[in-house]
T-cell receptor, first 115, second 109 residues
Framework: SAVISQKPSRDICQRGTSLTIQCQVD?????MFWYRQQPGQSLTLIAT?????????ESGFVIDKFPISRPNLTFSTLTVSNMSPEDSSIYLC????????????FGPGTRLTVL | GQNIDQPTEMTATEGAIVQINCTYQ??????LFWYQQHAGEAPTFLSYNVLDGLEEKGRFSSFLSRSKGYSYLLLKELQMKDSASYLC??????????WGAGTKLIIKP
């Protein structure tokens, strides 16, 4: 299984600022995803990070608010822009495997609180 | 629309057996996953079903009936460390992963 790290693990930010979250994988992976999980809720897919091209965003999420970079097959960043308290959540990076199950492995998450 | 239903919370006793149900309505089906998520941690993969029937993996088993749009996760010989949320997720015809809201399982001594 892939080993995934995220930085920062948590942060407290002021309204109107932006935060960039990094996701590093210890091996090259084809599929990388960014999720949001609000307290007591399940996972919501924000976007699929595509290497060398623009990310594919899910309904309700736009590039201006959540710009994503994927410069190579082991690294991606998610920026939460112009934050508001509603953006307080856990942000999770995950990678898809090439196994027959195609299950996803998740990073430890970034807990964001916006004041 | 796409929908996955599972109970919000369940309580069981240490050493007992518990069954967590999941029903789904999705546009197509390409497999069903169960993930475990301890509080404050990331989800971890437990099981995958794509054919009807029971998949057993140690104390955990997962069952699927595609005709009924139904799955369950069976946990035997419950341990305190099994207290967690259990997430059901379905891959639809576009290979998009649709997530349930999760079932919080509380284990009592």
């Amino acid at each position: 299984s892939a080993v995934i790290s995220q930085k920062p693990s948590r942060d407290i930010c002021q309204r109107g600022t932006s935060l960039t979250i990094q996701c590093q994988v210890d091996s090259q992976v084809t599929m990388m995803f960014w999720y949001r999980q609000q307290p007591g809720q399940s996972l919501t897919l924000i976007a699929t990070a595509n290497q060398g091209s623009e990310a594919t965003y899910e309904s309700g999420f736009v590039i201006d608010k959540f710009p994503i970079s994927r410069p190579n097959l082991t690294f991606s960043t998610l920026t939460v822009s112009n934050m508001s308290p509603e953006d307080s959540s856990i942000y999770l990076c995950s990678v898809g495997t090439e196994s027959s199950y195609n299950e996803q492995f998740f990073g430890p998450g970034t807990r964001l609180t916006v004041l | 629309g796409q929908n996955i239903d599972q109970p919000t919370e369940m309580t069981a006793t240490e050493g007992a057996i518990v069954q967590i149900n999941c029903t789904y309505q999705t546009s197509g089906f390409n497999g069903l996953f169960w993930y475990q998520q301890h509080a404050g941690e990331a989800p971890t993969f437990l099981s995958y079903n794509v054919l009807d029937g029971l998949e057993e993996k140690g104390r955990f088993s997962s069952f699927l009936s595609r005709s009924k749009g139904y799955s369950y996760l069976l946990l035997k010989e419950l341990q305190m460390k099994d207290s967690a949320s259990y997430l059901c997720a379905v891959t639809d015809s576009n290979y998009q992963l649709i997530w349930g809201a999760g079932t919080k399982l509380i284990i009592k001594p």
